[in-house]
């Protein structure tokens, strides 16, 4: 039925106070298991001392958070700061020595960031990077999609699977605590960029793309290591978009979007010092002691946290991106506001990197069974090896390539008769409330999906079993009534938001009439 299905406004303000309620409990009871919990011995690796005057200590287990906000954060931000002060000195100095500093800024950006990667990394980690570049841009020039996507998929494979990931990353020199993950995260996103390339390249139909147009796309610095992937069509336009100019407000945007970063990462330190929800978690005798909202909570929490890192991470790059007149991908979806498989993802970029390239590509317009399978099966199978594969991911793209079919199949059985008779003859406000209740069970199948991947498949087991087995009925239906309140609120936003595109008023209803607007 129509998005734009309304609900009484009573009834929104019920579903507020359930929820904002439940939040808050569940959050007690966490905060209540990191304090009493605190001296525990499986904690003394992982919770280290924080806020001194208040006496609370804080949870470490996230190695990467730690490092980019304290042992590296000045690191990276020099780099960044680096880059944008790089490019505004090329810009002013440019015209000087009769240099369209707009035509070749691409080129600038590509200098800079090679030069950051080659003072970070070493001369052989930039040896196999440029390697990893001949090899597929070799491959591009036949210009036949398939050879494309296995010379990429098997370079790929090269930095994932022993014993070739650990011989090349022999090659490079030096030891620093962050060296693997910019390894890893150098190497895969420069293979996700050759391919994009190589792919966009077979679509060009007067001549190809250059290797210096290549290496101009790959060594853009903000996007290097971290990412997010821009499809090399997006980042070839804008980057050689010699006419530039600033939206009405927009600096005003990027330096609000800049203050809330900054708010987030100060919420998350403040969150760590109160809810352990990292540490709880790899403690299975702990975690069997605890309630079942407090189960409920850490694994909503822990899937909340990891979008905040990401939001974080791609929203401060992204800042970056923007003031050099950029589009780049955004930051994903909140996982508050899922409740479908289809928009699950915690990497944009990658997320459009697949759906441009493998998913709509054999999915289509994702109505047909079979080829919906396929297309899921193949972009799963990609995901498998991007992750890296092992037990854990083999497992997380089962089941989240399960639920992506499953709701097709659910779809398509109750588009039939007599169900969608049934549906027809109800009121759309009726009909958003039976959808909201399949979307409550589907959203805590994604939650489930996706802890597994993030603390553990024993903690994933064990929150599955008591919410759906041994909490049933009362924690099952409890939590599934406070989801289902949830849904219905995102359902409400994502209302509002189609009726301000379409620019029609939007009309509370009247609590004692139901209507769809």
């Known amino acids: 039925m129509g998005i734009k299905a309304g609900l009484p406004r009573y009834e929104l303000y019920l579903y507020i106070a359930v929820l904002s309620g439940a939040l808050a409990w569940a959050a007690s009871w966490i905060v209540e298991a990191s304090s009493e919990n605190v001296s525990r011995k499986t904690f003394k690796e992982s919770v280290k001392p924080g806020w001194y005057y208040f006496g609370r200590k804080m949870d470490v287990a996230d190695f990467e958070w730690v490092m980019w906000f304290s042992t590296f954060r000045n690191h990276i931000l020099f780099a960044l700061c680096g880059h944008v002060i790089f490019a505004k000195i ?63 998929l098997a370079t790929l494979a090269s930095i994932k699977l022993e014993p070739y990931n650990s011989w090349q990353e022999t090659l490079v020199t030096g030891s620093f605590d962050l060296q693997d993950i910019l390894f890893y995260g150098g190497c895969g996103f420069t293979i996700m960029r050759c391919m994009s390339f190589a792919l966009e390249n077979c679509e060009k139909k007067d001549g190809n793309y250059s290797f210096g147009d290549l290496l101009k796309y790959n060594f853009y610095l903000p996007f290097f290591f971290f990412g997010p992937v821009m499809t090399f069509d997006k980042y070839h336009a804008q980057a050689n ?36 929800i990292l540490t709880i978690p790899t403690d299975i005798m702990l975690v069997t002691q605890l309630s079942d909202w407090c189960l409920a909570g850490l694994a909503y929490f822990n899937l909340l946290y990891d979008w905040l890192k990401a939001a974080v991470m791609f929203g401060v790059i992204n800042t970056v991106a923007t003031l050099d007149h950029l589009d780049p991908p955004q930051p994903p979806k909140c996982i508050t506001m899922l409740y479908v498989f289809a928009e699950t993802h915690f990497d944009r970029g990658i997320n459009d990197w697949l759906c441009k390239y493998v998913y709509d590509y054999i999915g289509g317009d994702h109505d047909q069974i079979l080829k919906e399978f396929l297309a899921t099966v193949s972009t799963f199978a990609i995901t498998t090896l991007w992750l890296g594969p092992c037990e854990v991911v083999y497992i997380w793209s089962f089941f989240n390539c399960f639920g992506l079919n499953f ?41 489930l999906y996706n802890v597994l991947s993030l603390n553990s498949l024993g903690f994933a087991k064990l929150v599955g079993r008591r919410l759906i087995f041994k909490g049933f009925p009362l924690s099952t239906l409890s939590v599934l009534l406070v989801t289902y309140c949830g849904v219905q609120l995102v359902k409400e936003h994502e209302r509002q938001q189609a009726l301000a595109e379409d620019a029609q008023p939007v009309k509370p209803l009247d609590a004692n009439k139901e209507k769809a607007e």
Do not use: Q
């Not at 330096?255 to 403040?270: F, G, N, P, Y």
């Not at 039939?416 to 003859?425: A, D, H, K, M, R």
């Open 90 to 152: 090329f810009t002013l100095l440019a015209p000087k020595i009769g240099i369209d500093g707009c035509k070749h800024r691409s080129l600038i950006f590509c200098v800079y960031g090679a030069l950051a990667v080659l003072v970070t990394m070493g001369w052989t980690f930039m040896a196999l990077v440029l390697s990893h570049c001949m090899v597929l841009y070799s491959v591009a020039m036949v210009k036949t999609k398939w050879m494309c996507f296995v010379a990429g």
């Open 241 to 276: 978009n010699t006419k530039l100019s600033r939206k009405e407000r927009e600096m005003w945007n990027i330096t609000t979007k800049a203050v809330l970063h900054l708010a987030l990462i100060l919420t998350v330190d403040a969150f760590f010092h109160y809810l352990y």
């Open 407 to 447: 709701e097709l199949w659910v779809a398509k059985f109750f588009s039939i008769p007599p169900f969608s008779t049934i549906e027809g003859l109800m009121g759309e406000a009726m009909s958003r409330r039976i959808r909201g209740l399949f979307n409550a069970a589907n959203f805590w199948a994604i939650i």
